[in-house]
């Protein structure tokens, strides 16, 4: 079975903080991918990284970065000095390699950043 | 420019009627999928195709069907036998299910309101 946690359903920052959005997978595949994505207020998701599961290697993109460690089975995301335009909502999601196109999505962290 | 493109935004329909939501992407994408939303959740997969005039019931495809007669076009029709349709319906692309390239890239939603 595959799954995905995004166990704060809401986060709610002070703009400048760096905030952390935690993210939690199970699969039994050796070969899998894990995704972010935003949603801000229009709705529409945006897509913000790709890992694969043989590159640990840490990113960083802009005030952006995104700490993968498969042996705790996380995939969380950072965002420093956060600004207003932040705020929305942010899922993690898992594609295995087995599940051919069957993207299983976090059910979603809620970010506010308060002026 | 390149995208996908869903209509209309916002859509509303008389309990018992079906209704047709439209999907286009001008990305030359192979694989496309629809999702639902309900307020505060994640994203569930209702239907995916991996290619023209073939496709595959997602998590939740009970009271809804598709077609892909064409690469561009995938639409998805909501039927009276959807117990609870009132939702937003996210429509989305990939390359191909499968490989390096396979992150989704969504539309802006249609937010169906059934009265």
């Known amino acids: 079975a595959q799954k995905v946690t995004q166990a704060q359903t809401e986060i709610s920052v002070v703009e400048k903080e760096d905030v952390t959005l935690d993210c939690v997978y199970e699969?039994?595949?050796?070969?899998?991918?894990l995704f972010w994505y935003k949603q801000p207020p229009s709705g529409e998701l945006v897509f913000l990284i790709r890992r694969n599961s043989f590159d640990e290697q840490n990113e960083i993109s802009g005030r952006y970065s995104w700490n993968f460690q498969k042996s705790t089975s996380s995939f969380n995301f950072t965002i420093t000095a956060s600004q207003v335009v932040d705020s929305a909502v942010y899922f993690c999601?898992?594609?295995?390699?087995?599940?051919?196109?069957?993207?299983?999505f976090g059910s979603g962290t809620r970010l506010s950043i308060r002026p | 420019d390149g995208g996908i493109t869903q209509s209309p935004k916002y859509l509303f329909r008389k309990e018992g009627q079906n209704v047709t939501l439209s999907c286009e992407q001008n990305?030359?994408?192979?694989?496309m999928y629809w999702y639902r939303q309900d307020p505060g959740q994640g994203l569930r997969l209702i239907y995916y195709?991996?290619?023209?005039?073939?496709?595959q019931k997602g998590d939740i495809a009970e009271g809804y069907s598709v077609s892909r007669e064409k690469k561009e076009s995938f639409p998805l029709t909501v039927t009276s036998a959807q117990k609870n349709p009132t939702a937003f319906y996210l429509c989305a692309s990939s390359i191909g299910p499968s490989g390096a390239d396979n992150e989704q890239f969504f539309g802006p939603g249609t937010r169906l309101t059934v009265l």
């Open positions: 990305l030359n994408h192979d694989a």
């Open positions: 999601a898992l594609l295995g390699y087995s599940s051919a196109s069957k993207i299983i």
């Open positions: 699969t039994r595949d050796t070969t899998y991918y």
């Open positions: 195709s991996q290619i023209v005039n073939d496709f």
